[in-house]
Each structure stands twice: as structure tokens, then as C-alpha cells.
């Protein structure tokens, strides 16, 4: 069962830092370098500085964020809430020209190992960066940037929690650019909507690499100690319903490496493997080339369809029947039937050889992708259509690994909002 909890949550206190959006950052992960420096210079008290730390080699580094936050703490820059409370969050942002409202809440999941069936991860964690998690959550002994998790539809409870919500104003709101906000809440120990929860499974959207660092902490703590502090059995996460009409699932695209394969060879497999439909573009036409994927993949009832682009070409390609012969037959079909699956296995390792992946560029902009292609800094590129969150709950549910890069949930939801320590206090 799933235990979602409340929490003291750690809060910037205003009135010390001033504009909330000028302490927030992306998490970790997503921080370009010319965007660190410019968080880095925003304000002394910007989340950055614990959450992607400079600093020497080694543990130095980290030592340096765990005094930072300390001093943080000790002068009051943050403070805990009184009492345990669930953190609603409204964030509004836009994308394609779209308007949108995503919702979510903060809180505490208790950590689970993944053979156990409470929490589902979907994608495969590496070494460094969980080493680098890990490091950091020693030092600071603290959660500063949550989990990413989706539940299963609760409309009741839902409902229930956002009207009493709404009833309140935030306690925290910032403008993160011209058409993005984020708002969040402190509601005090609404009990129904965890109880809703307790039954059901939790899947990870983002946040593995942390989620599997809070655990390995945990375990770490159980060995040394006879008893674990309350606050360190628990993971900061942030839940979001499977069908919250804000939820934005992006694909990611692959670029091939410059003169790694011939465009000959790039179009005899296109043949053999695929049935296609070529377009003569090129990346100012960018907008037609995603219009025309989509366009393919709704028109073919949801098959797979990849957008395979050399210099001037677009081929749109659908697998011809009988290409699950070339997919690992040990796989469970809800792996087999996923678009980056057979964009790996029908198309890339074929043409780039078994370590395809980490041969790749990566980019969530089909415009780079085909800007890289015509300017020769990249042989080829394969353009995705975005999965739906139920092609990543079936991948979890069968207790599979989606390929690298298969997911990417926009907008990230920014760090800084709410800090987790792990002591005795944290649970009330």
C-alpha cells in the first residue's frame, strides 16, 4: 500500500529573500552551464547552491552545500511550517500556443523497494548521477528537489482537496517568465485524499535516479543505527493524477553521429524495414515536419510511425508487418509496441551498432534535430511522436526499462519550492 503523508515542509521565508522567482531553479539535471551562472548570480540564497553545488573535487563540494543549508536554517532563510501539511501546486504554462494548468501536490511516499509493486519505476538509473545524489543527500541530509510521480485518477478526493485549497490563498507564487507561474499551498492534515491514495500504485514520471538515492540513504541508515530518523523512511515527492488534463508527456529525438553511416545505407533499411512516405523539406520547414508525423500517426490509429530525416528528406515510416521479427522476443509487449523501442531496434542499432544510445545526440527540439542533419553535425535524425502516460504505466506494469531518453514531463516543476529534512521533526 501506498503511505502518502504530510509534512513540515522547509519554506524560503519571503520577507528575507524576496521574490520567490529569483530563488527557484530547474532540478539538477536540466541546468545548462550558461543557465547556472545566471541562477547563480540571481541571489545568495538561490536554490542552486545546494542543489548543483561548485566547489572543489571530490566531497568538497558537497560539504559546501550541506553548510550552506545549515546556515540557511540557523539564520532563518528557511523555516519549517508549524504543522504537517499537503502543498498543492498550480503551475500554468504554455506550449505549441497552448494554454495549460497542471496540478499537483507535495508530500511524503514512503520509501518501498521497487520488487515490492508500490512505487514503479519506468526508465533505467546510471551510476554518476546516483552517486552524485547520494553524496549531496549525505552531506545535506535533506530532500531538496522531490520525486516526480503519478497516481491513478482520485476525482472525489481530488475535488475535495482543491476546493478546500482554493479557499485559501498561496502561500507561496512566482512568475518563472512571460507566460509561466507556479502557485503553491499549505493545507493542513487533509487525511481523505491519502487514504484514496493507500491503494493505489505510485509510478515514477521523474525523479529515479533520486528516488533510488533516498532508498540506498535509508538502507544506509538502517545498517548504522538502530533507529532511523522518521523523515529518512520517507521520500519528497510530488503526485500528479494520470489524467490531469495539464500532464504534457514530450517526445525526445536522436541525432546519429556525422559521417557515421551513408544516407544510401540510412535509405536501404528505410526500404526494407519500413513502408515510407517522403517530403522534401528542410529545418526552416520545421513545423510541417512535426504536423506531417503526427498527422501519419493518427491516420494509422496509433501505430508507430518515425520521422527519419537526411538533408532535404523527410521519410515518414511506419514498420511493415512482420518487423517484430527483428525486436528481442523476450520483451513484453508493452515494451515491443513503444516507438522508441522500435526506433532502437528496427532502425538505429542496425545502422550504429549495439551501443547505439550512447553514440546519440539527444534533443527534445525537432527544429535542433533537423538543424543538426543540415548542417552536417549530425548523419540523420529520428523524430518521435510523444508517448502517452499509459504507454509508460504499461512499461511499468509489466516490470519493464524504457529505452534511454524515452520521457521527458514538461514543465519540470522548479526546486526550491519546498525542502524535506530528514530528522524525527519533519513528520509532525
Excluded at 47 to 69: C, K, M, N, S, W
Excluded at 151 to 161: I, V
Aim: proline residues 8%; neutral net charge.
Amino acid at each position: 500500500m501506498a503511505d502518502v503523508r504530510p509534512l513540515r515542509g522547509l519554506r524560503y521565508d519571503l520577507a528575507r529573500v524576496g521574490d520567490l522567482a529569483h530563488v527557484l531553479c530547474p532540478p539538477y539535471d536540466v541546468i545548462s552551464a550558461e543557465a547556472a551562472a545566471i541562477l547563480r548570480a540571481s541571489s545568495p540564497y538561490n536554490a542552486i547552491h545546494v542543489e548543483l553545488p561548485t566547489g572543489e573535487a571530490g566531497d568538497g563540494r558537497y560539504a559546501q552545500a550541506a553548510a550552506l543549508f545549515a546556515e540557511w536554517l540557523a539564520r532563518g532563510v528557511l523555516q519549517r511550517d508549524p504543522a504537517p501539511c499537503l502543498y498543492p501546486v498550480e503551475e500554468e504554462f504554455e506550449w505549441a500556443g497552448v494554454r495549460r494548468r497542471r496540478r499537483g501536490v507535495l508530500a511524503l511516499v514512503r520509501l518501498t523497494a521497487w520488487e515490492e509493486g508500490v512505487v514503479l519505476p519506468h526508465e533505467r538509473t546510471l551510476a554518476g548521477p546516483k552517486a552524485d545524489r547520494l553524496a549531496l543527500l549525505r552531506a545535506c541530509q535533506a530532500n531538496l528537489s522531490p520525486v516526480f510521480l503519478l497516481h491513478p485518477p482520485l476525482p472525489a478526493a481530488q475535488a475535495a482537496l482543491w476546493e478546500a485549497t482554493t479557499a485559501t490563498p498561496p502561500v507561496a507564487s512566482a512568475r518563472l517568465g512571460p507566460d509561466d507561474q507556479v502557485r503553491m499551498w499549505a493545507v493542513a492534515a487533509p487525511s481523505a485524499w491519502c487514504a484514496a491514495l493507500a491503494p493505489a500504485r505510485l509510478y515514477v514520471a521523474d525523479g529515479h535516479h533520486r528516488y533510488e538515492t533516498a532508498l540506498r540513504y535509508r538502507d544506509e541508515l538502517r545498517a548504522q543505527r538502530a533507529a532511523v530518523p522518521s523523515g529518512a523512511e520517507f521520500v519528497l515527492a510530488y503526485l500528479v493524477a494520470l489524467d490531469d488534463p495539464g500532464l504534457l508527456l514530450l517526445p525526445t529525438h536522436r541525432c546519429a553521429p556525422p559521417e557515421s553511416v551513408e544516407r544510401s545505407a540510412v535509405e536501404r533499411l528505410l526500404a526494407e524495414r519500413f513502408d515510407c512516405t517522403a517530403m522534401t523539406l528542410d529545418a526552416s520547414r520545421v513545423a510541417d515536419a512535426v504536423a506531417a508525423l503526427e498527422r501519419h500517426g493518427q491516420a494509422r490509429a496509433g501505430a508507430v510511425v518515425l520521422g527519419v530525416y537526411t538533408p532535404g528528406r523527410l521519410w515518414l515510416a511506419t514498420p511493415r508487418a512482420g518487423a517484430e521479427r527483428w525486436l528481442p522476443a523476450e520483451r513484453h509487449p508493452a515494451w515491443r509496441a513503444l516507438d522508441v523501442a522500435q526506433a532502437d531496434c528496427l532502425l538505429l542499432q542496425p545502422l550504429l551498432g549495439p551501443d547505439a544510445a550512447e553514440r546519440l545526440t539527444y534533443t527534445r527540439d525537432p527544429a535542433e534535430a533537423l538543424q543538426r542533419v543540415d548542417r552536417g553535425a549530425a548523419a540523420f535524425a529520428v523524430l518521435l511522436n510523444p508517448l502517452a502516460p499509459a504507454h509508460m504505466v504499461a512499461v511499468a506494469e509489466a516490470h519493464e526499462r524504457m529505452p534511454q531518453k524515452s520521457t521527458y514531463f514538461y514543465p519540470k516543476l522548479p526546486t526550491g519550492l519546498l525542502f524535506h529534512r530528514l530528522d524525527e521533526h519533519a513528520l509532525g
